[in-house]
């Protein structure tokens, strides 16, 4: 069974601070690997999706990127703003199958 | 306006009701899913199905059920057999390709009185 681990938990920055995220997934044979963002109460937003061939994808300050023989992915938040406030989740899906498992997310906060 | 719709938003139960939950997309995918998400944890897939009339069992099916009639919707029935149902219940689609995402709908947030 594929486990997906998020580290940290929770993440308090200063505005301005460059971040990393971390996801890491134990079984490499994956489809893709997305990240989302969710706020409180709310569905998910997708971020950033990344192909099994892919090695990382970028939207505006957001930079994602995966190594499948290490079983990571990591996402970069580059100037970091009170917006950016919310928690971030990891999801791999599997080869040729429509499954998605889930990390538990990095509640991040950034303090004006 | 393309996108998944639930309701409702907030729902409260009776111990011992069955209550369903609704999903709709208009997304024409074929895959549609219903994680349950308890606080401070990820998501955890209840049911899944990929193509109209068949669906799977997630990781935690039971006291749960789902039916797949149209490939626009895709309810979820909350049964008495659901022991701990109070939950924030999210329901999200997909196409198939390895470089289409997984779109979520708003979530319902359900109580058991």
């Known amino acids: 069974k594929q486990e997906v681990t998020q580290i940290p938990a929770a993440l308090s920055v200063p505005e301005g601070e460059n971040l990393v995220l971390n996801c890491s997934f134990t079984?490499?044979?994956?489809?893709?690997l997305q990240w989302f963002r969710q706020d409180p109460g709310k569905g998910l937003t997708s971020l950033l999706l990344i192909q099994s061939s892919q090695r990382e994808q970028t939207s505006g300050r957001l930079n994602a990127s995966l190594d499948k023989s290490s079983g990571r992915s990591t996402l970069y938040i580059a100037a970091s703003q009170p917006g950016d406030s919310a928690t971030y989740l990891c999801?791999?899906?599997?080869?040729?199958?429509?499954?998605?498992?889930f990390g538990s997310g990095t509640k991040l906060n950034v303090k004006p | 306006d393309g996108g998944i719709t639930q309701s409702p938003k907030y729902l409260f139960r009776k111990e011992g009701q069955n209550v369903t939950l609704s999903c709709e997309q208009n997304l024409n995918h074929d895959a549609m899913y219903w994680y349950r998400q308890d606080p401070g944890q990820g998501l955890r897939l209840i049911y899944y199905?990929?193509?109209?009339?068949?669906?799977q069992k997630g990781d935690i099916a039971e006291g749960y059920s789902v039916s797949r009639e149209k490939k626009e919707s895709f309810p979820l029935t909350v049964t008495s057999a659901q022991k701990n149902p109070t939950a924030f219940y999210l329901c999200a689609s997909s196409a198939r390709g390895a470089g289409d995402t997984q779109y979520f709908g708003p979530g319902t947030r359900l109580t058991v009185l």
């Open positions: 199905s990929q193509i109209v009339n068949d669906f």
């Open positions: 079984d490499s044979a994956i489809y893709n």
């Open positions: 999801a791999v899906r599997l080869n040729n199958f429509n499954k998605f498992y």
